[in-house]
């Protein structure tokens, strides 16, 4: 069955550090998606993207955060100077399609990729 | 508002039901769905319902929908060990394209 795959599944930097998570959503997928969780918080929406472009982001994907699909198959969230409070998992997921009306948009998440920051 | 509200913490004995409630806030939400979060593990979507639907049934789980008490419940018949994990309910909006709300998770034990 396919599977959204994350890299790594652990990332510790120092503070103020550039980190990127990596992401390679289900193949026939048009929408991507980046969630976050802090230690014992509720999964909170960061990011969605289609067609190269954002299309909703929430008041924590500030400026420090980016995403972008630099190839077919990859999908990525870059944090560029991280701060403490950025330590969280960081779940990517997928969908067939973005909108209400059909089944298809069910969003698939991968493992998730734990991100500490020292 | 947008808020999804469950208890945190069930416990139940092998064998027995499990029933995981959560309540949201939004009546537009079109889709409502568990997601089952394993220690150390991703999100595993485990079902979903349509606001337009009351009930769901796929193998050992049930879900209910009261759409009035936006009220939703996930019942497990017959919880094993291989249960024992964090439960989310999480709503999707008509309003929004994207996003998922997500619920705090109801860590659930099982006791032999």
């Known amino acids: 069955e396919p599977e959204v795959t994350q890299t790594p599944s652990h990332q510790v930097t120092q503070m103020g550090q550039e980190v990127i998570l990596r992401c390679v959503p289900i193949?026939?997928?048009?929408?991507f998606y980046w969630y976050r969780q802090i230690l014992g918080q509720k999964v909170e929406f960061l990011v969605s993207?289609?067609?190269?472009?954002?299309?909703?982001k929430s008041e924590i994907f500030d400026d420090q955060f980016s995403v972008e699909r630099p190839d077919g198959s990859n999908f990525t969230l870059k944090i560029r100077s991280t701060k403490l409070e950025d330590s969280a998992m960081y779940f990517c997921?997928?969908?067939?399609?973005?909108?209400?009306?059909?089944?298809?948009?069910?969003?698939?998440f991968g493992p998730g990729t734990r991100l500490l920051v020292l | 508002g947008e808020d999804v509200e469950q208890s945190l913490f069930l416990s139940v004995r092998e064998g027995d039901s499990s029933v995981i409630n959560c309540t949201y806030t939004?009546?537009?939400?079109?889709?409502l769905y568990w997601y089952k979060q394993e220690p150390g593990a991703g999100l595993q979507l485990l079902t979903y319902?349509?606001?337009?639907?009351d009930m769901k049934q796929d193998q050992r789980l049930t879900v209910l929908l009261n759409k009035k008490d936006k009220h939703l419940s996930l019942r497990i018949a017959d919880t094993q060990t291989g249960d024992s994990a964090i439960y989310f309910c999480?709503?999707?909006?008509?309003?929004?394209?994207?996003?998922?709300?997500f619920g705090s998770g109801t860590r659930l034990s099982i006791r032999p």
């Open positions: 939004d009546s537009s939400s079109t889709y």
């Open positions: 993207f289609y067609n190269n472009e954002i299309s909703e």
């Open positions: 193949s026939n997928h048009l929408y």
């Open positions: 319902i349509f606001s337009n639907m």
């Open positions: 997921a997928s969908s067939t399609i973005g909108f209400a009306g059909a089944y298809q948009e069910t969003q698939y």
């Open positions: 999480a709503e999707k909006y008509d309003s929004s394209a994207s996003k998922i709300i």
